[in-house]
């Protein structure tokens, strides 16, 4: 009972630790940001936080994100025409950045983040890119580094559940083993009472 209880009250934590409130709508003036384009670029950490032109960041995200909506077949279909085109020409940008978004994205059927990891950093490496395309890039590679390690915290926790497990159990078995003496001297105690 108690095991159930453990491994209920475990469940829960993690499960309410995987979910999160959907973010809120935000509304963007667009004078505001058409007048902030042409002031300095921030930087924090080497990730360029900018407001840049629509147009310039929409190819790659609009890729990632019409990737993560479609159905397990159609993702399928999506990442042999991309890996197909990546054959042809690996210096093909926008599919490198699909390409790892089909590993990043938690929609993803084909979510792997070592893979990810990988891919992100050989396109962070990459001096082509432009600052919009690298600054994407860089807060897609720091998401996946965040459920990596959400990943391997998730394994440590299964790892302790195990060993809490075995522990749980050998304690019964001490405790029934305990109670079993326990009810011998009991009952010899009774004969010895009886005489």
């Given at each position: 009972?108690?095991l159930l209880f453990l ?51 929409i190819q790659p995200i ?68 432009a600052s919009p395309e ?62």
């Amino acid at each position: 009972m108690k095991l159930l209880f453990l491994l209920f009250f475990i469940s829960s934590v993690l499960s309410a630790c995987a979910t999160r409130p959907a973010p809120k709508a935000i509304e963007v003036n667009t004078t505001v940001v058409e007048s902030n384009v042409s002031s300095t670029i921030e930087s924090n950490s080497g990730i360029t936080l900018l407001p840049v032109p629509i147009e310039v960041m929409i190819q790659p995200i609009i890729a990632c994100e019409s990737y993560s909506k479609l159905d397990t077949d159609g993702q399928k279909k999506q990442w042999v025409e991309t890996q197909q085109i990546l054959a042809k020409n690996k210096q093909d940008l926008l599919h490198r950045i699909k390409h790892a978004c089909m590993y990043a994205l938690p929609s993803s059927y084909m979510k792997d983040a070592l893979k990810a990891h990988v891919l992100l950093q050989s396109l962070r490496e990459d001096d082509t890119l432009a600052s919009p395309e690298k600054a994407f890039i860089n807060h897609l590679y720091m998401f996946n580094n965040e459920n990596i390690k959400q990943m391997q915290r998730m394994r440590d926790d299964v790892r302790t559940i195990d060993i809490l497990n075995q522990k749980y159990e050998t304690l019964e078995k001490k405790y029934d083993a305990s109670e079993q003496k326990l009810m011998q001297l009991k009952n010899i105690e009774k004969k010895l009472n009886v005489r």
